[in-house]
T-cell receptor
Framework: DGGITQSPKYLFRKEGQNVTLSCEQNLNHDAMYWYRQDPGQGLRLIYYSQIVNDFQKGDIAEGYSVSREKKESFPLTVTSAQKNPTAFYLC??????????????FGEGSWLTVV | AQSVTQLDSQVPVFEEAPVELRCNYSSSVSVYLFWYVQYPNQGLQLLLKYLSGSTLVKGINGFEAEFNKSQTSFHLRKPSVHISDTAEYFCAVSATGFVGGTSYGKLTFGQGTILTVHP
């Protein structure tokens, strides 16, 4: 079945560590996104990529980094510079970034907790 | 820039009762409007979207929403809810049209409304 796979579902990070969240899609979508979800704040855009080997900062990119070496993969690294990383992270994709009426599809999410 | 306000953070309702989840938006340009649903510990699933045409949009699971341009609203309704409708619902907006250059058709979300259906 086509879809977006995020792993791991649950991840614990110690202070000062970098961690990487995986996102893979087999929908042949050009655009991919990372959102952060905190209770009562909705979803906030971290990074997005319109095409392979290109990505742009979203609204809250500080303390995060991404890469887009393959069309189907868009991993997110949460660095030690991110002061409050405990949150639910959602990866998403869209067939083309240029038509804003297209539906964005979401993965199942990853919980990151700092211990 | 666009913004979205969901007027109720929590809506409790009894099973088989009607429900309305309210959403207002602000934008200086024409917009597309979306409603997504999120079940606990899961990603978001599209319920319905308004792009153009009829202002009454029907979606999955018996939900519908009405676009009101003069009131800048896109309220979600269901005439009779089920226990399985318990979830968080997000309203979202994006600017219309072809987005070129470094633009990306940003989807702006509201804060979410938790719908709890009681037996």
């Amino acid at each position: 079945d086509g879809g977006i796979t995020q792993s791991p579902k649950y991840l614990f990070r110690k202070e000062g560590q970098n961690v990487t969240l995986s996102c893979e899609q087999n929908l042949n979508h050009d655009a991919m996104y990372w959102y952060r979800q905190d209770p009562g704040q909705g979803l906030r855009l971290i990074y997005y990529s319109q095409i392979v080997n290109d990505f742009q900062k979203g609204d809250i990119a500080e303390g995060y980094s991404v890469s887009r070496e393959k069309k189907e993969s868009f991993p997110l690294t949460v660095t030690s510079a991110q002061k409050n990383p405990t949150a639910f992270y959602l990866c998403a994709s869209k067939r083309t970034p240029y038509l804003s009426g297209n539906t964005i599809y979401f993965g199942e999410g990853s919980w990151l907790t700092v211990v | 820039a666009q913004s979205v306000t969901q007027l109720d953070s929590q809506v409790p309702v009894f099973e088989e009762a009607p429900v309305e989840l309210r959403c207002n938006y602000s934008s200086s340009v024409s917009v597309y409007l979306f409603w997504y649903v999120q079940y606990p510990n899961q990603g978001l699933q599209l319920l319905l979207k308004y792009l153009s045409g009829s202002t009454l949009v029907k979606g999955i699971n018996g939900f519908e929403a009405e676009f009101n341009k003069s009131q800048t609203s896109f309220h979600l309704r269901k005439p009779s809810v089920h226990i399985s409708d318990t979830a968080e619902y997000f309203c979202a907006v994006s600017a219309t049209g072809f987005v070129g250059g470094t633009s990306y058709g940003k989807l702006t979300f509201g804060q979410g409304t938790i719908l709890t259906v009681h037996p």
